[in-house]
């Protein structure tokens, strides 16, 4: 058995794996009635070992369908569609919860950033206001701040 220094740390996938995941079945054609880890992986650039962990990980809560494997292709997710809480996260459908549109608004801005300084602090920020939340109070810190940050803070 392996010491605790040797094991790698687990490490968040949410930003570089699951909503890319999130925003590949909401560009997904209606009609399209499969699709796969790999196809997932060719279409993001995302390692497809990684896809199906995240895939299998957001089914159900996020992603609806019929997820299975296939022998050849791997994972797959069959009638793929985003539920109301995907449909949150990639933007498509707002939040009546200001402190979940505010966290909404905080992950878009981090995917759509390309200033590695503005990412950090949005990711920094993002995190201290999951953690008030934790604590209690966020409805009420999320309906200010969200105030703040549509102003353009």
């Known amino acids: 058995m392996a010491d605790i220094e040797e094991t790698e740390p687990v490490t968040d996938t949410w930003y570089d794996v699951a909503l890319p995941i999130l925003r590949y079945v909401n560009d997904l054609d209606p009609n399209a009635k499969v699709t ?5 992986s060719a279409k993001t650039g995302i390692d497809s070992t990684l896809i199906s962990r995240d895939l299998q990980s957001l089914a159900g809560e996020y992603i609806g369908g019929n997820v299975g494997t296939y022998r050849a292709e791997g994972l ?9 809480r995907g ?9 009546d919860d200001p402190f979940e549109a505010l966290v909404a608004l905080l992950e878009k801005q981090i995917a759509e950033t390309t200033d590695p300084d503005k990412a950090s602090a949005f990711k920094k920020f993002l995190a201290a206001l999951k953690e008030v939340s934790v604590a209690g109070g966020g409805t009420a810190l999320g309906a200010l701040l969200m105030k703040f940050v549509q102003s353009g803070f």
């Open 36 to 40: 796969t880890a790999a196809r997932i």
């Open 76 to 84: 797959y997710i069959a009638d793929a569609y985003l539920t109301s």
């Open 87 to 95: 449909a949150h996260q990639v933007g498509r459908w707002p939040s």
